[in-house]
Every structure is written in C-alpha cells, then in structure tokens.
C-alpha cells in the first residue's frame, strides 16, 4: 500500500524538479549554502510537486485508461479509492506550503501555489483536454521550481531568476514533443489535442526546432546577464548545439519514434548538465551581490 501512495506522486517527475531547485538554489547561495534553507526549499517544493501530481493523476484517470504507458496506473486499477487519492493530495500540498513558508519564505511558497494552481486547474483540468497550447501552459508550471529555489535565497525575484524561468519552460516544450511523438498512438486514442495529434509531426519538428534555437539564446543570457561563468557558457553551448543537432537530424530520419527517444534522452541530459553547471560556475557581478 506504501508503495502505491508513493507511484501516484511520481518520484521521476518529484526526482526532475529537485535537480532544476536545487540548480537556481546554488545558484543564487554564490557558494554561501544556508543547507537548512536548501533542505526544507526542497522538502517543502517535493511535497507540492507530489501533490500536483496524485490530483493530476486523480483528473487523468478516464483518459489514463485509454493510453498503453498509462493503463496500469494506481488509480487506473483502483488500488487506491479516489477519494482518498483527493485527501491524501490535499494532505501533501498543505504540508508542502506549510514547509515553504516557515523554513523558506512567503515568496517562495507563493511561487510554489502559482505553479500549482497552473498545472492542477490550467494545464491539467483543462488546457490538457482542449487546446493545442497546452503545452506551452504545462511548461511554466515547470519553470517555477529553479525560481523557487534561486528565490528562497534572494528573497526577491530579478533578472537571473526571470532568465530561469525562460530557460526551463524553453527546454520542456521540445522534451514534452517529443515524449507525444514517440507515444503518439497513445495520445491518439485518449484523444489528447497535442500538436503531433493535431497538426502532424513534420509541423512538430518545426517548432521542436525553433523552441530549441530559443532554448540556446536563453541559456546564453545567464552568462550575459551577470549570473554564471564562461565554464557554464562551454557547457551551455555545446550541450545546446547537440541537442540541436538531433533536432536536425529529425527530418531525415525514416524512424521517428527511436529519433523522438534521442531527443528526450538527451532532453534530459542537457538540462541536467545546466543545472549542474550554474550550481558550480557562478558568477558574483550581479547587481545584488556588489550592492
């Protein structure tokens, strides 16, 4: 039972958002790490995420039936009765706040809500169901955790923390196409209107593209604008122009479900690579730290 309360957070998503917090925390602390901040930052941010996520798989359960990677989910099989999934998100999101506000700050536990309150009532209730763009909504609610993170040490949010934002929502579109792409069936059947669905994957690849030229611009601004090194700009630029490359590689290849799977694996390493990066090459030149 333990472990089917801990499936219907889904860790992997919890396991993605830690990384990117703790990548705008560190690099906001400029290596000064307040690591009782940073603990309940991530703690309180885990509890939120997990909460979004147990009421998104509670609105998701008639579609989640219909898709090949999702019909065996918890609530799919009912080895979890609704309501009690609505308690038990409940339960995780007040927690969640709780934590954020006392051991970090009204700020960041405010970010924390918004990004909620997009992805459960915006993304998840209905964007998800109607619209083309609703990616394009789900990827600012990712956005929010490295801002939470460089925001739970600023205490204010500024440029860094707004190029933050541009980047990580920049990144999860292309990484979100891609994942449609390669279960397009499974879109298909739940009837899920997500650009490969509507407007085809040549279409996709175009904007794959172009989100990724964005993505590369964006990262380049955290050097630019004062708030990493020129370590982080080689990484930045060289995992960007590969990811790029595989981009490319998409409209010559025959198989576009294994090159949709290049891209989102790889989707995932560069943004991991990021994070790393501006957590360990900051910089000090930014207008709050030389006031």
Aim: hydrophobic share 50%.
């Amino acid at each position: 039972m333990i472990k089917q309360y801990l499936q219907i957070t889904k860790p992997g998503i919890i396991s993605g958002n830690l990384i990117s917090l703790i990548g705008g925390f560190l690099l906001a602390s400029q290596g000064h790490i307040d690591y009782s901040l940073l603990l309940a930052t991530m703690f309180g941010v885990s509890f939120v995420v997990a909460s979004s996520c147990v009421f998104n798989n509670y609105i998701d359960r008639d579609i989640d039936k219909k898709m090949e990677r999702t019909k065996n989910r918890v609530l799919v099989r009912d080895l979890i009765a609704p309501r009690f999934s609505l308690l038990y998100a409940t339960a995780l999101g007040i927690v969640g706040i709780t934590f954020l506000y006392i051991g970090a700050n009204p700020l960041a536990m405010w970010m924390a809500v918004i990004g909620f309150l997009v992805y459960v009532g915006v993304y998840s209730l209905y964007m998800k169901r109607h619209s083309v763009y609703s990616t394009l909504i789900g990827s600012l609610s990712g956005a929010i955790p490295p801002m939470i993170g460089y925001c739970a040490v600023t205490k204010v949010p500024d440029t860094c923390a707004l190029i933050l934002v541009a980047i990580f929502s920049l990144w999860q579109i292309p990484h979100s196409y891609a994942i449609a792409i390669f279960h397009l069936k499974d879109y298909q059947s739940a009837n899920i209107p997500i650009l490969p669905v509507v407007k085809g994957i040549s279409i996709t690849k175009n904007h794959i593209t172009i989100y990724i030229l964005a993505f590369m611009i964006a990262t380049l601004m955290l050097t630019l604008g004062g708030c990493a090194g020129y370590k982080y700009l080689l990484v930045a630029v060289a995992v960007s122009a590969w990811w790029l490359g595989i981009a490319l590689q998409g409209y010559k290849t025959k198989d576009n479900s294994t090159w949709a799977r290049q891209l989102f694996v790889f989707s995932i390493f560069t943004i991991t690579a990021l994070s790393i990066m501006m957590s360990i090459d900051f910089t000090i030149t930014n207008m709050r730290l030389s006031q």
